[in-house]
Antibody, heavy 117, light 109 residues
C-alpha cells in the first residue's frame, strides 16, 4: 500500500530556508509513471500547489513561488524533498506531499511549519 | 494563473443533492479535461474524490459525480449523508501548472 510521510522542522526563522522530506513507501519512486508533488495550506485557508518532480529530476513549479523553491529527488532513499528559501510569516502552513499525475493521490498526513523568530 | 472560483459555502439536508461549481476561463477549465475534486475533513489530508472531470477512484461512493460544461466544472453529491460535511476543492492540471479553487464548505443540515 502506497504511503507518504512528511518530515522536517516545525519551526523556521524568517529569511531562512524551509526544508522538508517526503518518504515514500509501498512503491519505488523510480519505477513509477507518476510524478511526486508538494502542496501547502495556510491555517484556515485553501490549498496551494508548490511544485512537482519526476524521478528523472524534471520539475514544474508554481510561478508565484518558483524563484524560492527547489524540489529534488533521492531515488536511493525513495524520498523527495522541498526547499523554500527566504521564508516569511506568509509561508506558515501545513505542507503536504502527494503522488501526482493529473491529480494528487494519496496524500501524506501533512506537517505544520511555522515561520517565526 | 488565477485561482478557480468556487462558492464559499453550500448546504443541504440528508438525502438531498447538492452541486458545487468551479468556474474558470476558456484558457483553463474550458481548455483542459484534467479537473479533480478533493474532500477535506478538519485536521485531515485531502482525499481525491473525482479525477479527469468525471472519473471516480476505487472506493469513492457513486453518490459523488463530476461534470464539466464550458468553463465550469461541477461536483454533485446525491443522497447527502452527515459524513459528507467537509471542505471541497476543485483542481485543474494543465500539463505545466496546477491551480486549485478557493474551496467550498459543505454543511449537512
Amino acid at each position: 500500500q502506497l504511503q507518504l510521510q512528511e518530515s522536517g522542522p516545525g519551526l523556521v526563522k524568517p529569511s531562512e530556508t524551509l526544508s522538508l522530506t517526503c518518504t515514500v513507501s509501498g512503491v519505488s519512486i523510480s519505477s513509477s509513471i507518476y510524478y511526486w508533488g508538494w502542496l501547502r495550506q495556510p491555517p484556515g485557508r485553501g490549498l496551494e500547489w508548490i511544485g512537482t518532480i519526476y524521478y528523472s529530476g524534471s520539475t514544474y513549479y508554481n510561478p508565484s513561488l518558483k524563484s524560492r523553491v527547489t524540489i529534488s529527488v533521492d531515488t536511493s532513499k525513495n524520498q523527495f524533498s522541498l526547499e523554500l528559501n527566504s521564508v516569511t510569516a506568509a509561508d506558515t502552513a501545513v505542507y503536504f506531499c502527494a503522488r501526482s499525475y493529473a491529480w494528487f493521490d494519496p496524500w501524506g498526513q501533512g506537517t505544520l511549519v511555522t515561520v517565526s523568530s | 494563473q488565477s485561482a478557480l472560483t468556487q462558492p464559499r459555502s453550500v448546504s443541504g439536508s440528508p438525502g438531498q443533492s447538492v452541486t458545487i461549481s468551479c468556474t474558470g476561463t476558456s484558457s483553463d477549465v474550458g481548455a483542459y479535461n484534467y479537473v479533480s475534486w478533493y474532500q477535506q475533513h478538519p485536521g485531515k489530508a485531502p482525499k481525491l474524490m473525482i479525477y479527469d472531470v468525471s472519473k471516480r477512484p476505487s472506493g469513492v461512493p457513486d453518490r459523488f459525480s463530476g461534470s464539466k460544461s464550458g468553463n465550469t466544472a461541477s461536483l454533485t453529491i446525491s443522497g447527502l449523508q452527515a459524513e459528507d460535511e467537509a471542505d471541497y476543492y476543485c483542481c485543474l492540471y494543465t500539463g505545466t501548472y496546477t491551480v486549485f479553487g478557493g474551496g467550498t464548505k459543505l454543511t449537512v443540515l
